[in-house]
């Protein structure tokens, strides 16, 4: 059997908004930002609310909180914005995904055109880029983390 907890690092729960939209809504991108860490932050929370939250999110996924809170223990969410950025700066941000794309080359998963693992590229934090910088597919951008490491959302 194998599960994600094996591979950290590689599999990561991200909020993915295209480059276009992002820029042309900054408020949708800073609201969803703040969403998320006002949301993990109370699931987090070892109080009544924190227990009602976990609790509706364990209906809505078709589980019970026992079940809920099980997946939890397994799945590392960010909640904290500073230890998000922190990742995001890591220069293990980009080994993880160097392994993820070269994986997902190897079985097919860029389709039947690809020529290259560096046929797609992918952007970092400080402009490092793994494979074709002219057709980049993913950013990972740090500016709506760092807002709220920064208190600012």
Known sequence: ???????????????????????????????????????????????????????????????????????????????????ALAATLSPDLVAANDKVRKFSFQIGLFGQGAKSVDDIGIEFPGGKILGDPKNVKLRFDPTWVQAAADGKL
Do not use: C
């Open 1 to 83: 059997m194998f599960d994600s907890s094996k591979i950290p690092g590689e599999i990561l729960d991200t909020l993915v908004i295209s480059t276009d939209v992002a820029k042309a809504n900054p408020n949708l991108v800073k609201a969803l930002t703040g969403i998320w860490y006002e949301t993990t932050q109370l699931m987090y929370q070892q109080d009544a609310a924190g227990k009602a939250a976990r609790e509706a999110m364990a209906k809505l996924s078709g589980t019970d909180l026992a079940g809920y809170e099980a997946q939890l223990k397994t799945t590392y969410l960010y909640h904290d914005p500073k230890a």
